[in-house]
Nanobody, 128 residues
Framework: QVQLVESGGGLAQAGGSLRVSCVASGGTFSRYAMAWFRQAPGKERFIVAAISWSGLNTYYADSVKGRFTISRDNAKNTVYLQMNSLKFEDTAVYYC?????????????????????WGQGTQVTVSS
């Protein structure tokens, strides 16, 4: 059974940086397409960034494009989300997510319905 464990959340000032990490266990991480979603209080969960299992294909929501970077280290079973130039509106719980079904090296998930494994979430709070 695949498990995802996030770490690295916390408090940052607006304009600052944070990196959140997600370690996978219990499966073949190198074949999983991965994504980060976030959910702010009172709002729906939505996708922030995604990456194919090959690492060659990535997606970013418009709200984070140019500020966030998703990457993965298959040797460490880890996916990262580097967050720079943080804004108050980036405050949310960030969830690591995996699509464990191999859909090809260029595939990445965009919708919650495509996800079959979730992490527990890590809080990111940006002070203005």
């Amino acid at each position: 059974q695949v498990q995802l464990v996030e770490s690295g959340g916390g408090l940052a000032q607006a304009g600052g940086s944070l990196r959140v990490s997600c370690v996978a266990s219990g499966g073949t991480f190198s074949r999983y397409a991965m994504a980060w979603f976030r959910q702010a209080p009172g709002k729906e969960r939505f996708i922030v960034a995604a990456i194919s299992w090959s690492g060659l294909n990535t997606y970013y929501a418009d709200s984070v494009k140019g500020r966030f970077t998703i990457s993965r280290d298959n040797a460490k079973n880890t996916v990262y989300l580097q967050m720079n130039s943080l804004k108050f509106e980036d405050t949310a719980v960030y969830y690591c997510a995996a699509r464990t079904t191999n859909l090809g090296g260029s595939y990445y998930p965009l919708r919650q319905s495509e996800i079959d494994c979730w992490g527990q979430g890590t809080q990111v709070t940006v002070s203005s």
